[in-house]
């Protein structure tokens, strides 16, 4: 079984600049989840999709969106990129609660 | 109330040793308690997990005790390994019935020495 998967695995992003995150869910899950996990603080809750819909948001700004396609895939898309956006933006899939299988992330670099 | 405290921020054990990892939570809704493994240029891998009606549920040298009273859960890695050394997250799951998502804590990096 192919496991979540992310792309790209690493992002170089100028300020003021928008990225693009991608992710696929492992085959037979709905669920994908957005996590930020930036040095020292964890793994920050984004954004929750299900069958198409976004179920749940974190404490995010409104430059954080993404969406859910009819495939389950996933995409995360961050507008007017701060210095502080610079993170790792993991994805994780689920079939129904719980576990979360998360993907290696992309390293997403804002200079 | 979203909170998930975690200690410490850093731990060395010798191999052989028991690592000790704790969190802390505020709010009583939390229902699924999991601990998550992270290796460097790696996703978290789920660890383990435990729910708040069981005091404690063991896996191979992996454990975690929970104790409802006191909102605080560890981890304990028996006979810790070179190989265990990783950085480790605890979380909590709120579910509302319309929305579930896991808080995590910030993160314990795990080094065991030979």
């Known amino acids: 079984e192919a496991g979540v998967t992310q792309s790209p695995t690493h992002l170089i992003k100028t300020r003021g600049q928008q990225a693009t995150l991608r992710c696929s869910p492992i085959?037979?899950?709905?669920?994908v989840y957005w996590y930020q996990q930036a040095l020292g603080l964890g793994l920050q809750f984004l954004l929750w999709?299900?069958?198409?819909?976004?179920?749940n948001r974190g404490n995010f700004p409104p430059r954080f969106s993404g969406r859910q396609f009819p495939n389950y895939s996933s995409e995360l898309n961050v507008n007017a990129l701060e210095l502080e956006d610079s993170a790792l933006y993991l994805c994780?899939?689920?079939?129904?609660?719980?576990?979360?299988?998360f993907g290696n992330g992309t390293r997403l670099t804002v200079t | 109330q979203q909170q998930v405290k975690q200690s410490p921020q850093s731990l060395i054990v010798q191999k052989g040793g028991i690592s000790i990892i704790n969190c802390a939570y505020e709010?009583?809704?939390?229902?699924?308690f999991p601990w998550y493994q992270q290796f460097p240029g790696k996703g978290p891998a789920l660890l383990i997990a435990?729910?708040?009606?069981?005091s404690e549920k063991k896996e191979g040298r992996f454990t975690i005790s929970f104790n409802k009273s006191a909102k605080q859960f560890s981890l304990h890695i028996m006979d810790s390994q070179p190989g265990d050394s990783a950085t480790y997250f605890c979380?909590?799951?709120?579910?509302?019935?319309?929305?579930?998502?896991?808080?995590f804590g910030t993160g314990t990096r795990l080094q065991v020495t030979l």
């Open positions: 994780a899939s689920s079939p129904a609660w719980p576990p979360l299988h």
């Open positions: 085959s037979g899950h709905t669920s």
């Open positions: 709010n009583t809704a939390f229902d699924y």
């Open positions: 435990i729910r708040p009606d069981v």
């Open positions: 979380a909590a799951r709120l579910n509302t019935g319309t929305a579930s998502k896991l808080t």
């Open positions: 999709y299900d069958e198409g819909e976004e179920r």
